[in-house]
C-alpha cells in the first residue's frame, strides 16, 4: 500500500487535458481582464459570472485529475499487478505470469450471449467452435495467464471432456498445455446450478500421463484427501477427437482396434433422428406417400411397444423415406435407461418413429440388421458408450447422439459367423414377439460372450464390464 501511496506518475505537457486546461486557463483570463467603457447590465452580470464559474469549475476539474494521476490516485484501491503481485514480473517489469490460479468460472451457454458478444468470442477465441459455454474462453485465458511451470484450477463442467463441440479445444490442450489431474465429482455439488461439474489441473507444458477419479454420480459426501487416482497414459488419448474417457479399460480397448478388423455404424449404414408428431398430420388417403407414424411407444432390448399410432404423409418429405420403408434395419433410442443400457430392437416394417427413436439402416450386405442388433444391445457397447459420452451418464437427460453412435465400431466377420449370432437373435426376437415380458437373458448373454471375443477382451476385462453393467 505504502508502494501505491508514494507512486508518482508523470503527466505530459502535450497531454490532452493540459492542453485543454491551458486553453481554459487563457479564456478565464480573457474573460476577468476584459474592460468596459461601460457598467454592464444586471443581465450582463449574470451571464459573466456564470461564465467564470463554469469555466473555473471546469480548471478545477482538470487540476485535481493532473494532481490525482501525478500522485497515482488512480492506482489506490484498485487491483494492479505490479503493484499486488511483484513477483510475477521480471526485473525488467516484464510480465511472466502467475505460479497458481484457482476459480469456479461462469458456465453461460454460448446462446445465452448476444450476437455481437458472439461474434467477439468467435473472432477471439479461434480453437472453439459451434456451441460451447463459456468456462473454457476462461481455461484458455487462465493459462495465458501462468508462468511456464504454474498451475491453473478450475472447478467447471464435465462436458469438454467428451463433447463434440469441444475437439479442437482439447487438441490445443494436449498439444500445447497439459493435464495433471481431473476429478469427476457427484451431482448437486452446488445447490443452485444443477451443472456435472469437474475439478481440473492444467498446466503450460505437456505431461506423459495425468491423473484421474471419477465420484460416484450419487456420492454424498466426498473427501478430496483420500483419492485413489488412476494414472492414464497420454499415448491412450486418441488423436482424432482427443476425448478424455476417465475408463483405463476403455482407453485401452479403443487404442488397441485394429481398422483392418472394426468399422464405425456410420459407415455401413444410414440414420436419422426420428421425426416430431407435431408436424404431421393424420390423414385418410392411402399412396405410395402413405406411412404408419409411431406416436406413442417405446424401443427396449430386442422389442419395441406401439402403443399409439396414427396414418400420415411423407409426400413433402420424400428425402426420409428412405429411413422409414420395409427395410431391414435396428431402432436405438434416445435416452439411455437407468441400467446404463442402450435400447436397440429390429424391424422391418414401413413405419414413422417418434423422435426418441433412430432408425440405423444397414447399406452394407455384410452387416445384416440382425447382427448389428446383437452387437448393439451387448452389455459391452453399453459400457463403451457410457464411458466415452459425457450426457449418456447425466442425472437428468441421459441420451444418445447420433453422432456418437455413428462412430462406435463393429467387427468385421464373415458370413458363418453371422448366421450363428443371427440364429440365436432370431430365437429371441421369437420369444419376444410372442410375450415381451418373457425372460430372454440366458440367450442375451450367450450374445455377449460372442461379443466378448469379436472384441478381444480378457476374462478380467469381461469381470470389469459385467460389473459395471
Not at 317 to 346: A, E, M, T
Request: aromatic content about 12%; glycine content about 4%; hydrophobic content about 35%.
Amino acid at each position: 500500500e505504502k508502494i501505491k501511496n508514494d507512486f508518482e506518475t508523470e503527466v505530459a505537457q502535450n497531454d490532452k487535458r493540459f492542453l485543454k486546461l491551458n486553453k481554459l486557463k487563457g479564456d478565464l483570463l480573457s474573460l476577468t481582464n476584459q474592460g468596459s467603457l461601460f457598467d454592464k447590465s444586471k443581465k450582463e452580470k449574470e451571464i459573466w459570472n456564470k461564465n467564470v464559474s463554469k469555466i473555473s469549475e471546469e480548471i478545477k476539474n482538470l487540476e485535481d485529475q493532473i494532481t490525482g494521476i501525478k500522485n497515482n490516485k488512480i492506482y489506490k484501491d484498485a487491483f494492479e499487478w505490479r503493484f499486488e503481485f511483484p513477483e510475477i514480473l521480471n526485473y525488467d517489469g516484464d510480465f511472466v505470469g502467475f505460479d497458481l490460479i484457482i476459480g469456479n468460472p461462469p458456465y453461460i451457454p454460448l446462446e445465452d450471449y448476444s450476437i455481437n458478444e458472439r461474434a467477439y468470442f468467435g473472432n477471439t477465441f479461434e480453437i472453439l467452435e459451434r456451441k460451447y459455454d463459456s468456462s473454457v474462453m476462461f481455461f484458455i485465458n487462465g493459462l495465458s495467464l501462468l508462468n511456464n511451470s504454474g498451475l491453473l484450477s478450475y472447478i467447471a463442467p464435465i462436458t469438454w471432456q467428451t463433447g463434440e463441440n469441444y475437439s479442437s479445444f482439447r487438441k490445443w490442450i494436449f498439444t500445447f498445455k497439459g493435464i495433471e489431474q481431473i476429478i469427476n465429482l457427484p451431482f448437486n455439488i452446488f445447490e443452485d446450478a444443477y451443472v456435472e461439474t469437474a475439478i481440473y489441473f492444467l498446466t503450460n507444458f505437456n505431461n506423459s500421463t495425468f491423473k484421474i477419479y471419477r465420484f460416484n454420480k450419487k456420492e454424498k459426501e466426498i473427501d478430496l484427501k483420500s483419492i485413489n487416482f488412476t494414472v492414464i497414459p497420454g499415448d491412450l488419448i486418441l488423436p482424432n477427437k482427443f476425448k478424455i474417457i476417465l475408463n483405463p479399460l476403455v482407453n485401452k480397448l479403443l487404442k488397441r482396434l485394429n481398422p483392418e478388423k472394426y468399422i464405425q455404424l456410420g459407415m455401413i449404414t444410414i440414420s436419422t433422428q426420428g421425426l416430431s408428431g407435431s408436424i404431421f398430420k393424420e390423414t385418410n388417403i392411402e399412396d405410395e406417400d402413405t406411412f404408419i407414424f409411431l406416436s406413442k411407444g417405446n424401443v427396449y432390448n430386442y422389442w419395441i411397444s406401439e402403443d399409439e399410432t396414427f396414418i400420415t404423409s411423407l409426400k413433402k418429405h420424400k428425402s426420409l423415406k428412405q429411413f422409414y420403408d420395409s427395410d431391414d434395419k435396428i431402432l436405438i433410442r434416445r435416452l439411455i435407461n437407468r441400467q446404463d443400457r442402450l435400447s436397440v430392437c429390429y424391424t422391418n416394417k414401413r413405419m414413422i418413429y417418434k423422435k426418441d427413436i433412430n432408425p440405423f439402416i444397414p447399406t452394407d450386405k455384410d452387416f445384416p440388421a440382425k447382427y448389428l442388433l446383437a452387437v448393439m444391445a451387448s452389455k459391452l457397447i453399453s459400457f463403451l458408450y457410457i464411458n466415452i459420452s459425457s450426457i449418456a451418464t447425466k442425472d437428468d437427460f441421459r441420451q444418445t447422439t447420433l453422432t456418437e453412435l455413428r462412430e462406435l465400431p463393429i467387427p468385421l466377420i464373415n458370413s458363418d459367423m453371422h448366421s450363428n449370432i443371427i440364429k440365436t437373435v432370431d430365437k429371441i426376437l421369437h420369444i419376444k414377439k410372442l410375450n415381451p415380458e418373457s425372460d430372454t437373458s440366458s440367450l442375451e448373454s450367450k450374445i455377449d460372450l460372442i461379443v466378448y471375443d469379436l472384441y478381444g477382451l480378457t476374462k478380467e476385462e469381461i469381470k470389469i464390464v459385467e460389473n459395471s453393467i
